[in-house]
């Protein structure tokens, strides 16, 4: 049972990227998922998640505004849609499943994986 998180990459200040986030072992729709990221010397940061029982999703004010996040069922897979990106949305990100509705906590999630690597430079 894992989720793994895919799509990072090298990207100009300005452009976009989509990260996807698949589960292994266990659908999506029954859990609360959220992506987390973490800096260089920086904590891990909870960034988006959007819930399980309710559709209802959160963003982190650093991200609001330019970051969605969204669900494919049919496909057992979350996306994070990040536009406008900027040098320090540089980080890997990481997602994670949560049975009991959102948290931006990471010791909180019951699922989580390898973490995919986004640069944003010129």
């Known amino acids: 049972v894992q989720v793994v998180a895919s799509g990072g990459g090298l990207v100009q200040p300005g452009n976009s990227l989509r990260l996807s986030c698949a589960a292994s072992?266990?659908?999506?729709?029954?859990?609360?998922i959220v992506w987390f990221r973490q800096a260089p010397g920086k904590e891990r940061e909870g960034v988006s998640c959007?819930?399980?029982?309710?559709?209802?999703?959160n963003y982190a004010d650093s991200v609001k505004g330019r970051f969605t996040i969204s669900r494919d069922n049919a496909k057992n897979t979350v996306y994070l849609q990040m536009n406008s990106l900027k040098p320090d949305d540089t980080a890997t990100y990481f997602c994670?499943?949560?049975?009991?509705?959102?948290?931006?906590?990471?010791?909180?999630?019951?699922?989580w994986g390898k973490g995919t690597l986004v640069t944003v430079s010129t």
């Open positions: 994670a499943a949560k049975n009991t509705g959102c948290s931006f906590s990471w010791t909180a999630m019951d699922y």
């Open positions: 072992g266990f659908t999506l729709y029954y859990y609360a």
């Open positions: 959007i819930n399980n029982s309710d559709g209802r999703i």
